[in-house]
């Protein structure tokens, strides 16, 4: 099943809104991505901050299916979300 541009980028904003209201994992993900509160605004209409806020997500098994259950999709979706936005095609060195 392919994932198109437009429905990754609705995962990915669905992420950063929920990453948005986590006290506790919002300042990681600043403090990680170095974005501050403007980053977040502009970064809503960027696809290539959008794609980070997906690499921050699955740097963790916890919050992947933390967020996945808050949004109601299957837990594979943000990885499927991912390579849809810039920079995550996978590389194949064959």
Known sequence: ???TRESAETVALQCLGWLIGNEELLPVFMGASGAGEDDLRRGAD???FLGAVLDFLMMNDEW?????????????????ARAALPGGQQEHWT
Do not use: K, L, Y
Not at 64 to 80: D, K, L, Q
């Open 64 to 80: 992947v299916i933390a967020f996945c259950a808050s949004a109601g999709i299957p837990n594979e979706m943000p990885m499927r």
């Open 46 to 48: 960027d696809p290539a």
């Open 1 to 3: 099943m392919t994932t």
